[in-house]
């Protein structure tokens, strides 16, 4: 019934071939309508993603595709993301983490757009970033960068923040651990007026609440921190054995379940 076939496994011979203005490899019954790749011509190329089909002229004898693509190819004079010409030095190329830019109705996720860099500078799709150091810029999250001066929240950087002293093992998706301090979205985390002090990667807490990260909730004000049951806890002993296991003067906990030990 459907043709998933993508490439040709070996060579055929065309007859009466006719020439078309554009070549375009369309999907049906899916949310794209294209099929997302490049299609090579003898002298220009086109680069299809969901919607669109951009048709551009690279310099073929070292145009090179990048594995994994993601719509990223180079040749000689610098870099092509999604067919766009972006004229920068190719090395230290490296794809660093991607943010949703479109949502596509009745899917879960949208049309992408991909943070990268090369020892030439840093972009956000074709836009170039202002940061202090283009070669040691690195991704900790998909939303968190830093380099050797600054840590950043996206393209934002996030003042008083030592890059050399973040907690690399408790900074996960949108929380940033500096080792003192703890970061929701690239803002200071306080619950109830008290900073927060993070003791794993889902458990945190104040000087009066134990409190765990409930996910499907993150997009409201602060509901993304659940108050776990205070009464086992003893706070001023709470401390972390592991990512799972916290330990007082009482109890041992596997996460926020407490146990007679």
């Known amino acids: 019934i459907m043709q998933h076939s993508r490439a040709q496994y070996r060579k055929i011979q065309l007859t009466d071939a006719k020439q078309v203005e554009h070549l375009k490899l369309e999907r049906l ?34 145009f090179q595709i990048k594995k994994w693509n993601y719509g990223f190819a180079v040749d000689k004079n610098g870099v092509y993301y999604q067919g766009q010409f972006i004229k920068v030095d ?26 990268w ?3 030439g500078g840093v972009f956000f799709g074709t836009k170039r970033l202002s940061v202090s150091d283009p070669q040691t810029f690195e991704a900790l999250t998909y939303c968190y960068f830093r380099d050797k001066n600054h840590v950043y929240y996206y393209d934002q950087i996030i003042e008083g923040v ?15 651990n500096d080792g003192k301090n703890v970061y929701y979205k690239g803002e200071r985390l306080y619950y109830k ?23 499907s909730s993150r997009n409201e004000n602060h509901s993304f921190l659940i108050e776990l049951y205070s009464e086992p806890f003893d706070i001023p ?9 916290l330990i007082d003067k009482n109890h041992l906990y596997y996460i926020g379940l407490h146990y007679p030990i």
């Open 237 to 245: 002993t709470l401390r972390t054995l592991s990512d799972s296991y």
């Open 29 to 62: 019954w899916a949310r794209c309508k294209y099929d997302e790749g490049f299609i090579y011509n003898k002298d220009y190329m086109i680069y299809q993603a969901c919607d669109t089909a951009v048709t551009f002229y690279p310099d073929r004898k070292t």
């Open 117 to 119: 860099r090369t020892n």
């Open 162 to 176: 030592d890059p050399n002293l973040v907690n690399e093992k408790l900074t996960n998706e949108e929380f940033l």
């Open 193 to 215: 007026g008290e900073a927060v002090e993070q003791m794993s990667s889902w458990i945190f807490k104040t000087s009066k609440y134990v409190l765990g990260y409930n996910d």
């Open 90 to 115: 190719t090395t230290g190329f490296k794809i660093l983490a991607s943010r949703e830019i479109k949502e596509i109705e009745g899917y879960v996720h949208g049309i992408d757009s991909y943070y």
